[in-house]
Nanobody, 126 residues
Framework: QVQLVESGGGLVQAGGSLSLSCLAS????????MGWFRQAPGKERECVAA????????YYVDSVKGRFTISRVNIKNTVYLQMNSLKPEDTDVYYC???????????????????WGQGTQVTVSS
C-alpha cells in the first residue's frame, strides 16, 4: 500500500493560481496511473485530472480544460496539479489517488483507484 500526502492548497482570489503536490511513500508509483479528485460537501467525488503511468496520456474534466495541468516526476514519486485561472467554483477538497492496477491507460473513475490521500483544501474567493 502506498501513502499519499497532498500539499499546496490554500486560499486564493479568483484568477489566481495554486500548485498542488502529491508525494507518495511506501512504494513506487511509477507503474501506476494517478489522479486528482475533488469533492464538495454533499456532492460526489469528481475526477479533475488523471495521468497514466508513463505520463504519455492525460485526462481533464471539461470544466478545467485549458486551466489545469497534471504532471508527474516518477523519480521523485510525486504528482502535481498546476491550477491557473481559478474560479470560485473550483473551491473543494482536492484528493490525490493511485490507480488500482499497474500499467493501465489513464483512468478517471473513483473505483479504479485504490490508494487515497487525506486531501487538501482549495478555496477561491470571488
Amino acid at each position: 500500500q502506498v501513502q499519499l500526502v497532498e500539499s499546496g492548497g490554500g486560499l486564493v482570489q479568483a484568477g489566481g493560481s495554486l500548485s498542488l503536490s502529491c508525494l507518495a511513500s511506501g512504494r513506487t508509483i511509477s507503474m501506476y496511473g494517478m489522479g486528482w479528485f475533488r469533492q464538495a460537501p454533499g456532492k460526489e467525488r469528481e475526477c479533475v485530472a488523471a495521468i497514466n503511468w508513463s505520463g504519455s496520456s492525460t485526462y481533464y474534466v471539461d470544466s478545467v480544460k485549458g486551466r489545469f495541468t497534471i504532471s508527474r516526476v516518477n523519480i521523485k514519486n510525486t504528482v502535481y496539479l498546476q491550477m491557473n485561472s481559478l474560479k470560485p467554483e473550483d473551491t473543494d477538497v482536492y484528493y490525490c489517488a493511485a490507480a488500482r492496477n499497474p500499467y493501465t491507460d489513464v483512468v478517471n473513475r473513483g473505483y479504479e483507484y485504490r490508494d487515497w490521500g487525506q486531501g487538501t483544501q482549495v478555496t477561491v474567493s470571488s
